[in-house]
């Protein structure tokens, strides 16, 4: 079995073609575009070159170094997560993952795994703010 080999490649010197697959790909994967037909129309490619390519051409993302799990007890009364993703949204923060237990004797745990790349703020001081959300009885980073 051959093994696979990849270079990263600034895409100015690469053939326009490579990058409008990255962005048929993408529309399909956002649901911007319904099927493979729209998506390559939209971005001006033929199927026969998007087919040609899909699967060989990837957009490269940094790693961040910046994910967080962070444990919560919430109140199982309404709006107490919400509350709580809109303070992570406010601060910068993007939820990557969402684990919720069944609530118990009126409380449920929620463990959220968060990119802070984009926080202004400390990660003890973002746990400030979320403490000062009504119904949220603890909160941790790990």
Sequence with gaps: MEKDNFLIVNTKILPEVYQKVVSAKQLLAEGVAPNTSKAVKMVGISRSAFYKYKDYVFRFEKESKNIITFTALLADKAGVFSAMANMFFEMGANIITVNQSTPVDGTAKVVLTANTDNVKVSVEE??????????IIGIKAE
């Excluded at 973002?126 to 119904?135: W, Y």
């Design 126 to 135: 973002l746990i400030k703010n979320l403490k000062t959300i009504q119904g």
